[in-house]
C-alpha cells in the first residue's frame, strides 16, 4: 500500500464518482478504477458499492476513510516540520557554556536573538568547563560550546572565535597594594593598571590548568617573562569560585574583563601592565563540524553577526 492508493481512495470517497476523481487526480478513469480494485484487494474487504449514478462508500469503506485522511494528515504534518527543520527554523539546538563565557554580555544577546529569531527550535542548555564542552561536542552530545579559550583540537569539532576581552588583575579590595589610597587615586589606578612585577610575592588563585590550559600557560609564561615563577595559591573548575576566593582575600588572580561587576565592593580590578605575552580572554563557539543541523548554522551566521565577525573563522 502506498500514498497514492490512500489519496485515491479519498478522492473517490469525496467525489462518489470515478470519473469526477480521476479528473480531480488528472489521471485516466481506468487506471483509476484498478489502482482502487487493487487496494480492495489488499485489503481484503469492498470499499465502494458500484451503482449506475456513481459509488457509495461500504461499512469497511466508512470506517477505513477516516483511518485513510489521518494519515495523509500526520504525513502532511510530519513533511511540514520536516522542512522546518531542515531550515533551521524548527528543532532542537543543544548548547553548552562556562560561567566565564556566559558573563560576557555578548553571550545573553545572542541566545535572546536567536530565540526571538527562531521561536520554534527548543534550546537545551548545560554548562561544564572548556574541556568537558569540548569533549561533548566531539562526541555529538552537543551541538556547541561557549567558551574562552580552545583546550584541544579533536576531530569533528570547529572553532569560531568571536572577540577577544583584555584579561584584568582582581585584587582584595584590603590588598596591601591599595590600602590607603584615596578613591580618586584608586580611580586612576583602576585605569592605569598595577605592573606584574610588582605581584612576585602574591598567592594567585587560578581556573585548573585542564579546564583553560591557554589562559593558565598563558598567565604563567607572562610572570615568568616578569622575573618571578608565581606562587599557586588554589586552582579551582570554575572562574566564578575563582572571584569568590579572592573576595575572601585568599589570594589575587586574573580574569575576563566582562567579570569586573561580580563582587565589585570586596574586588578591586585594574588592567596588568608588561604583561609577555599579551593576556586575553577570547570568546569561542566550538562546534561540530560533522553534518551541522541547521539550526547550529544558523546559530553560527546569527553569532558571528552579534559579535561583528560575519566572514572568518577558525578552525581548531
Do not use: W
Request: proline share 6%; net charge positive; with cysteine.
Amino acid at each position: 500500500m502506498e500514498l497514492r492508493h490512500l489519496r485515491y481512495f479519498v478522492t473517490v470517497a469525496e467525489e462518489q464518482h470515478f470519473t469526477r476523481a480521476a479528473a480531480r487526480l488528472h489521471m485516466q478513469q481506468p487506471p483509476l478504477s484498478q489502482q482502487i480494485r487493487a487496494l480492495e484487494d489488499e485489503l481484503g474487504f469492498a470499499l465502494f458499492l458500484r451503482h449506475p449514478k456513481g459509488v457509495a462508500l461500504t461499512a469497511g469503506g466508512a470506517a477505513f476513510l477516516q483511518e485513510a485522511r489521518d494519515i495523509l494528515a500526520r504525513v502532511g504534518q510530519g513533511a511540514h516540520r520536516a522542512a522546518r527543520v531542515a531550515k533551521g527554523i524548527d528543532g532542537t539546538l543543544t548548547l553548552g557554556f562556562t560561567s566565564s563565557a556566559a558573563a560576557h554580555a555578548l553571550i545573553p544577546r545572542i541566545i535572546r536573538a536567536y530565540r526571538e529569531s527562531y521561536p520554534d527550535v527548543e534550546i537545551a542548555i548545560a554548562e561544564d568547563n572548556a574541556q568537558g564542552l569540548t569533549q561533548r561536542v566531539a562526541e555529538g552530545r552537543l551541538d556547541l560550546g561557549i567558551l574562552r579559550a580552545p583546550v584541544s583540537a579533536p576531530e569533528g569539532v570547529t572553532y569560531h572565535r568571536l572577540l577577544n576581552e583584555a584579561m584584568l588583575l582582581a585584587l582584595p579590595s584590603n590588598h596591601r597594594l591599595i590600602a590607603g589610597i584615596g578613591p580618586e587615586a584608586l580611580q586612576s589606578l583602576a585605569h592605569r593598571g598595577l605592573s606584574l612585577a610588582s605581584l612576585a610575592t602574591e598567592a594567585f588563585i587560578l581556573v585548573r590548568k585542564p579546564g583553560a590550559p591557554g589562559m593558565y600557560a598563558n598567565l604563567l609564561h607572562a610572570c615568568r617573562h616578569a622575573g618571578f615563577e608565581p606562587r599557586i595559591a588554589f586552582e579551582v573548575d570554575r572562574m566564578l569560585t575563582n572571584l569568590s576566593l579572592v573576595a575572601a582575600g585568599a589570594g589575587i588572580s586574573a580574569v575576563p574583563a566582562s567579570m569586573t561587576e561580580l563582587h565589585r565592593s570586596s574586588i578591586f580590578y585594574c588592567p596588568i601592565l608588561d604583561a609577555r605575552p599579551r593576556l586575553a580572554a577570547p570568546i569561542t563557539l566550538a562546534c561540530r563540524a560533522f553534518n551541522p543541523s541547521p539550526a547550529l548554522q544558523n546559530f553560527i551566521v546569527l553569532a558571528r553577526q552579534l559579535a561583528g565577525r560575519p566572514q572568518r573563522r577558525a578552525r581548531g
